[in-house]
């Protein structure tokens, strides 16, 4: 079955260190992969995406995420974390589905928590 | 440009009634999608319109539902309303949709609370 996994329900970090926040997927075919944050009663907002190329993709307010093939991982990566960077962040996937048609999967969300 | 917007943002309903929702795209958005998120499921795909057609229905029961019009506005009803379907259920607009070599990313709103009591 294709799907996201992101093992950890919060991660902390203290501000000014660096963060990674993990994400593995499993999906037939090339992934497409893409990170969204959300904060308190919002939507979510879009970070960045993976499609091909180069492997670090760097997108919104300095996050970057690493694409590896061989152990199907995308994992976010910040190298100093800011306190208002506390919030939930979701990893997605392009999956192709049995109805013949693509949609988009997420992970269940992982908690952010920088610490002063 | 102004973002995705839904409406009501907060609805409180009793089991049994039906409600709809709302929502507007990005302009120039023609695919919109449907989430329900909850703290244990996280986001739960509901379905995918584009140009007033679904394109893609998640597993939910019947009870949910939902059309596009012309304008690419959509709306999301649900029926004969449970407990169970109380959530935030959130809107996402995006360019076109997922395709063999393209991949766009969505634009979300702030979502509807809907509280079934």
């Known amino acids: 079955a294709q799907s996201v996994a992101q093992p950890e329900d919060q991660v902390n970090v203290a501000e000014g260190n660096p963060l990674t926040v993990k994400c593995t997927y499993s999906?037939?075919?090339?992934?497409?992969l893409f990170w969204y944050v959300q904060y308190p009663n919002r939507g979510l907002q879009f970070l960045l995406k993976?499609?091909?190329?180069?492997?670090l993709v760097k997108g919104s307010y300095g996050f970057e995420a690493e694409f590896n093939k061989s152990q199907t991982s995308f994992h976010l990566k910040k190298p100093s974390a800011l306190v208002s960077d506390s919030a939930l962040y979701f990893c997605?996937?392009?999956?192709?589905?049995?109805?013949?048609?693509?949609?988009?999967?997420f992970g269940t969300g992982t908690r952010l928590k920088v610490l002063a | 440009k102004a973002g995705v917007t839904q409406t009501p943002r907060y609805l409180i309903k009793t089991r049994g009634q039906q409600v709809t929702l709302s929502c507007s795209p990005i302009?120039?958005?023609?695919?919109v999608s449907w989430y329900q998120q909850t703290p244990g499921q996280g986001l739960q795909f509901l379905f995918e319109?584009?140009?007033?057609?679904?394109?893609n229905k998640g597993n939910f029961p019947g009870r949910f539902s939902g059309r596009q019009f012309s304008n690419s506005r959509s709306e999301m009803n649900v029926s004969t309303l449970e407990l169970g379907d109380s959530a935030l259920y959130l809107c996402?607009?995006?360019?076109?949709?997922?395709?063999?070599?393209?991949?766009?990313?969505?634009?979300f709103g702030p979502g509807t609370r809907l509280t079934v009591t």
């Open positions: 997605a996937v392009r999956a192709f589905d049995t109805s013949g048609t693509y949609k988009y999967i």
């Open positions: 993976y499609i091909t190329g180069d492997n």
């Open positions: 996402a607009s995006s360019l076109g949709l997922a395709g063999f070599t393209s991949s766009y990313e969505q634009y």
């Open positions: 999906v037939s075919g090339n992934p497409y």
């Open positions: 319109y584009f140009s007033e057609t679904q394109r």
């Open positions: 302009s120039g958005h023609r695919s």
